[in-house]
């Protein structure tokens, strides 16, 4: 089965680690994973500037970890991750911000690239956005 996956939360949220947690699970049973997309809060899972408690999980880079490792399509929202202030370094450039946020392997691309993966994928699983 071919799964898209979306991330509505922030790192430090249950259900970013939730998601993490199901797309590992996805995987080790042998399904396919069309594409993550992280929109609204979730596009500071993808920050590199989360930084966690050193007693807890760091959530933001074990998706980094394991989106690199699995070699994932992994999309962020451009217009939440401007929003709030998530930026590679094409979008750094661009509107002139000293510091970048957003390493590979993410990409930032429009919400479209959700509804395609809905689309391509069997089932749309969605975690957080209450």
């Known amino acids: ?3 898209a996956i979306a991330v509505f939360s922030p790192a430090h949220a249950p259900s970013s680690r939730r998601a993490l947690r199901f797309a590992e699970a996805v995987l080790a049973g042998g399904h396919e994973i069309a594409r993550l997309f992280f929109y609204q809060d979730g596009v500071h899972s993808a920050s590199a500037n989360i930084v966690a408690p050193q007693d807890e ?3 933001a880079a074990a998706w980094r970890a394991f989106v690199s490792e699995q070699r994932l399509d992994a999309v962020v929202c451009i217009a939440a991750a401007l929003r709030r202030g998530v930026l590679n370094d094409e979008e750094a450039n661009r509107y002139q911000r000293p510091a970048v946020n957003l ?3 993410w990409e930032l691309s429009g919400l479209g690239q959700l509804h395609e993966a809905a689309q391509i994928a069997d089932r749309l699983v969605c975690f957080g956005g209450d």
């Open 1 to 3: 089965m071919k799964f």
């Open 103 to 105: 390493p590979i392997p």
């Open 57 to 59: 999980l760091d959530v």
